[in-house]
């Protein structure tokens, strides 16, 4: 590939593959086309009032400037607070937590201080797309563990498999984008017995924590046995208080693997939202209290959005838990999932991810669509409506 002008590709080679996203293209094409964006993940309404407002007030109390690199004393403690009285994990809030701008930048400082050329990530498929592409900048090499549908559950065999003599990390994600599935106890113990076993660290992305369904609760893979010594545990306040934009996220577990996050962590954007910070330390506490109408509402959301496309005719899986339903759009007449997704605006006038591209083969998820169900009921009523019109 070539510049503009002749000249070489100034991209280095092996992030050539992730120069564009899925999601800026569907966007765009939602923007473009005036249709309704199902595809990229955030809320079409505001956070809880209570968070609102703890922003407002750190922003008329004078935090303005960078925060100390590691976050605020305030936020640290409340994330050490919250791992104990939820999961009944220990963390040292000065050592063992680091604040970052999102659980993407957490999750880009945790491979980037652990792996380098030569190792292997291992990385349960379909992934959120940033995962290949931070392998990609550490200059290691991605494994995959497919996780397929209906149940999207982990298959011990292909797990033992994946995890080798050159495996230094294991990234975990439950409750699991794109899929929604939360992993069960007996899928945790088989991810514990093969990482003990084979003495590798792992990675746990764990921002949907509080947004599960039904009888549905999220146990981190830090707390069975064995486990908490080598997990660096990530989430983020923004999938759970509905401010995806604020960007505050975290990392937590022994202080000598949170210690080498910080340390490439400062050198990517050091600190900041600062107001923000403040907003979440004053809500962490009461978490449970502050997201539980948004959490009813959401599953309330989940299910108007997976009844409607069920309806319409397609195969749906309908998730344990996140902003996310994926679909079998083959009823449909779809043969191709990426195709089906970039026709869609103009078709249907909506939007929605192809989950193909969250697999290290396309032909695994090749008839999977994405649906983002974290939107307001009268729109995704209306989305459906279009979909039914657009496909009877």
């Known amino acids: ?140 090499t991605l494994r995959t563990v497919t996780l397929r549908p209906p149940g999207y559950t982990v298959d011990p065999d292909e797990l033992r498999a994946a995890v080798g003599p050159r495996t230094r990390l294991v990234v975990v994600n439950t409750p699991h984008n794109p899929t929604g599935h939360v992993a069960t106890l007996s899928e945790l113990e088989v991810l514990a017995e093969v990482c003990c076993d084979r003495d590798v660290l792992v990675v746990t992305d764990e921002v949907y924590e509080h947004l599960t369904f039904d009888d549905h609760r999220h146990v981190p893979l830090a707390s069975l046995p064995g486990m908490f010594e080598r997990t660096v545990t990530i989430s983020s306040a ?37 107001p923000f910070q403040h907003a979440i330390a004053a809500v962490l506490d009461d978490v449970e209290e502050v997201v539980a109408d948004l959490r009813a509402a959401l599953e309330h959301q989940r299910d108007l959005l997976c009844d409607g496309l069920e309806s319409i005719g397609l195969e749906v899986f309908r998730p344990d838990g996140t902003y996310f339903v994926t679909a079998d759009v083959a009823p449909l007449g779809a043969e191709d999932g990426l195709t089906f997704c970039r026709e869609l605006p103009e078709r249907a006038g909506v939007a929605a991810i192809p989950t193909q591209v969250f697999y290290a083969d396309p032909d695994d998820g090749r008839t999977l669509v994405r649906f983002a169900c974290c939107k307001r009921p009268e729109v995704l009523g209306d989305a459906v409506e279009r979909l039914r019109v657009a496909f009877r």
């Open 1 to 140: 590939m070539t510049a503009p002008g002749g000249r070489p590709d100034p991209l280095v080679e092996r992030m050539r593959p992730y120069r564009s996203s899925i999601f800026a293209e569907m966007s765009a094409a939602a923007v473009r086309t005036g249709a309704i964006n199902l595809g990229q993940g955030f809320p079409d309404s505001d956070p809880p009032a209570v968070v609102v407002d703890a922003a407002v007030e750190a922003l008329r109390s004078g935090h303005h400037q960078y925060p100390p690199g590691a976050g605020i004393p305030e936020l640290r403690h409340a994330v050490a607070r919250h791992q104990l009285r939820r999961y009944g994990l220990e963390v040292d809030p000065e050592d063992g937590v680091q604040i970052t701008m999102g659980a993407s930048e957490a999750l880009a400082a945790a491979v980037l201080a652990f792996c380098g050329p030569g190792d292997e990530v291992v990385v349960l498929e379909p992934y959120f797309d940033l995962y290949a592409a931070v392998v990609a900048l550490a200059g290691a």
């Open 238 to 274: 923004g999938k759970t208080c509905s401010a995806t934009g604020w960007k505050v996220g975290w990392a937590s577990g022994p202080a000598e693997l949170v210690q080498s996050v910080r340390a490439v962590k400062q050198h990517l954007t050091y600190s900041g939202g600062t």
